[in-house]
């Protein structure tokens, strides 16, 4: 994981499912949100602390998957992203390296 890479733009598209990112290097990822709340990187959702690395790219890619929306985003000093999704759950900090690595481009 490129431990560099940070996001200077990002929109939430609840309608049409997905959360957008633009990278500093002019990338630009999208992830659908049932994929991403899936993928939240909290101890909760991974299923334990041995299991932190643990992800699963390959739920962005399920056809139509539940509606999950997101109610706020809030950045983590300059590392991460706070995701608040529609059922409250907030406990996932995830890491812009994450993030950049679970692009789904990447595991197509
Ligand atoms: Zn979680």
Redesign the pocket.
Known sequence: MDESTTAVGIDVFNEEQFLKIIWEDGVISQYPLYGLRKN???V??RGGHDQMQNFEPGAFFLENPPRMNIKGLKPVGNHALQITWIDG?N??MYRWDTLRWLDPENHK
């Open positions: 939240c990187p909290c909760m959702c759950h406990s996932g």
